[in-house]
């Protein structure tokens, strides 16, 4: 009876819906099914850390990103925006896996790049303009705590335009985004988060309450 009861229960958890989507966002990102499981464990805390309604708010997606949820910080507020897939002010799990994906080490160098032009791309129309690069130039001085002249940043903006814009019409479009991605691939470093491959080792306990049945776990 006791083996009957205890097949029902492993049917149970094989079939729910939350294995389900799970197996379904690992298909569709760079994770498997069991860092997925790893990554709830941490949506789950995230999610709980100031208001605990399943959904990451920004204060809290601040909080843990910089380490406080009101502080101004360009890159923290582009960085939420972007993973809020449906510009609804919150981060759900399956947005939150999505977006976290891009920063996985196996994912193709091209998908990174093209975040990370959405990033500078503070407007929204598909071009890096000039104030747009300016602002993230201030942002990136401000992250390690430097100060420059107006005209010292203004020389870097120019400079960087200038490498960057090949059909000189002062703005950077995709294509021109990749060619210097290309010529410095440093622009891109830190769209690559190598712990991500062992996120099932930092949340562990995830182990004892996964749906994940153990054939699918990977090790």
């Known amino acids: 009876m006791h083996s009957i009861k205890s097949c029902f229960c492993l049917l149970k958890a094989r079939n729910?819906?939350?294995?389900?989507?799970?197996a379904i966002l690992a298909a569709e990102t760079t994770f498997n099914v069991n860092e997925v499981e790893a990554l709830h464990v941490?949506?789950?805390?995230?999610?709980?850390?100031?208001?605990?309604d399943g959904l990451i708010h920004k204060e809290?997606?601040?909080?843990?990103?910089?380490?406080?949820?009101?502080k101004n910080n360009?890159?923290?507020d582009r960085l939420f925006e972007l993973f809020d897939l449906k510009n609804n002010g919150v981060i759900?799990?399956?947005?939150?896996?999505r977006s976290?994906?891009?920063f996985h080490p196996d994912t193709p160098?091209?998908?990174?790049?093209?975040?990370?032009f959405r990033l500078y791309d503070l407007n929204h129309t598909g071009y890096i303009e000039h104030d747009e690069l300016?602002?993230?130039v201030l942002a990136t001085l401000g992250e390690s705590n430097l100060s420059l002249s107006d005209d010292a940043v203004e020389a870097i903006v120019e400079k960087t335009l200038l490498e960057a814009d090949l059909n000189g019409d002062g703005r950077i479009d995709l294509e021109e985004w990749k060619e210097m991605a290309a010529r410095y691939p440093s622009l891109t470093k830190n769209m690559t988060l190598p712990y991500l491959r062992e996120v099932t080792l930092a949340f562990p306990n995830f182990v004892m309450e996964t749906e994940v049945p153990d054939s699918a776990l990977v090790f």
């Open 100 to 102: 976290l994906s891009i």
């Open 109 to 116: 160098d091209g998908d990174k790049i093209a975040f990370a």
């Open 134 to 136: 300016k602002k993230m």
């Open 42 to 52: 941490l949506f789950q805390q995230l999610s709980s850390s100031i208001i605990d």
């Open 16 to 22: 729910s819906p939350r294995f389900e989507d799970h």
């Open 74 to 76: 360009l890159f923290a």
């Open 60 to 70: 809290e997606f601040k909080l843990a990103l910089i380490n406080s949820e009101s």
């Open 92 to 97: 759900e799990f399956e947005e939150f896996v």
